[in-house]
């Protein structure tokens, strides 16, 4: 005797939904991403969508919430962990940097559970401005940032605060585009099969700590150097 199938769960529904617009946001944004692609590529009507979600904006607010919410918890987890350890003295610059940005790359090197496919599209929205989706991460991320901007200022208290978050800005940037894929890399290597996302953790955390590392600039020497600018 044949039984009949099991229809999908709720819960079901709803991850499938949240795994397909993941991937076509990143395929091809937010803008040009339709509800009908996404119910489409998640076997699923227009109705479920807005039963569990109520609009786009919603859906999109999800797809993020659901991966970064653990993000965060982690790269505090990982500072709580440091501080603890210091026992109330300032920490390494190069710890701090590892809590926040090493945290981000593990997850971008899962491409099982489809945290490669997250952090690749967590990187199109520093390359593609969308005022909705940048308030929201700003407010999702403003405790953590909070917290990690207290720990470099107070680890590096000779550097302008200013330069510390201009640096700070380089490391997002950097970490955003590498993780959006190879695409411009490609641009000027030609045919480029070293995209091993496992492989990008060392690679990128080597930068970014010699980013933090490297010397002030220079802004008084710089303008003097300046071609036309009459001597003082």
């Known amino acids: 005797m044949n039984l009949p199938a099991k229809s999908p769960s709720a819960s079901e529904t709803r991850h ?3 795994d397909a617009a993941e991937v076509l946001f990143v395929e091809h944004g937010f803008e040009a991403t339709s509800m009908r692609m996404i119910t489409g590529a ?30 965060n ?29 090493g945290t981000a790359l593990q997850l971008a ?11 690749r599209l967590l990187g199109r929205t520093y390359t593609e ?18 917290r990690f901007r207290a720990a470099l200022y107070r680890a ?3 550097v302008p605060r200013e330069e510390i978050l201009w640096r700070f800005h380089f490391m997002m940037g950097a970490m955003s585009y590498a993780i959006a894929g190879t695409d411009g890399l490609q641009l000027f290597a030609g045919r480029f099969d070293d995209a091993d996302p496992v492989r990008l953790m060392p690679r990128l955390m080597s930068f970014l700590l010699g ?17 036309g600018r009459a001597a003082a």
């Not at 987890?77 to 940097?97: H, Q, T, W, Y």
């Not at 989706?133 to 403003?142: M, P």
């Open 109 to 119: 090197a899962d491409t099982e559970h489809g945290g490669h496919t997250f952090m």
């Open 16 to 18: 499938r939904i949240l």
């Open 156 to 158: 590096l208290p000779d």
């Open 73 to 101: 918890r982690q790269r505090l987890a990982a500072l709580d962990r440091l501080e603890a350890d210091a026992g109330g003295a300032a920490l390494k610059p190069s710890r701090i940097v590892e809590a926040y940005f």
């Open 42 to 71: 998640a076997r699923a009507n227009l109705a479920a969508v807005n039963y569990h979600f109520g609009s786009k904006d919603a859906l999109i607010q999800e797809v993020f919430r659901r991966r970064l919410t653990e993000l």
């Open 211 to 227: 980013g933090l590392r490297a010397p002030l600039a220079g802004f008084e020497q710089a303008c003097d150097d300046q071609p």
């Open 129 to 146: 401005p969308n005022a909705f989706i940048r308030k929201f991460l700003a407010e999702e991320y403003a405790g953590v940032l909070e």
